[in-house]
């Protein structure tokens, strides 16, 4: 996926047909709305292994703690089920690209079985 995130605050526009934009969210992107909370605009946890690259611009990684990450082009974070958010506290547009491989963060990780090589 590519998202593009302009500075400053997400704020809906006045005229937003709500409905629409959910359904067409919904396409672009399975389960992405179900994952948002509420009460903490852009914070979201997905059950996915998800590599994102900084493509142009700067970003603030968020994480549930509050700790704040500045990104910028070519830096690249991997994250495990991380409760986090995207702030463009800048003044430029952010692209970020990334890849998100589905995971179960309630089941502990398996080491994996040791192979012999005969």
Do not use: F, K
Not at 20 to 29: F, G, I, K
Not at 39 to 46: E, N, S
């Amino acid at each position: 996926m590519v998202n593009t995130i302009p500075p400053g605050d997400v704020v809906a526009p006045d005229d937003l047909d709500t409905a629409a934009a959910l359904t067409e969210l919904e396409r672009r992107m399975p389960g992405a709305a179900a994952t948002m909370e509420p009460g903490d605009p852009g914070m979201h946890t997905t059950d996915s292994l998800d590599y994102v690259l900084v493509a142009e611009g700067e970003i603030t990684l968020e994480l549930d703690d509050g700790e704040q990450t500045v990104l910028r082009a070519g830096d690249v974070v991997v994250q495990n089920g991380t409760r986090h958010a995207w702030r463009n506290h800048g003044t430029r547009t952010c692209t970020i690209a990334g890849v998100a491989i589905g995971a179960d963060r309630t089941q502990p990780a398996s080491p994996s079985p040791a192979r012999s090589h005969s």
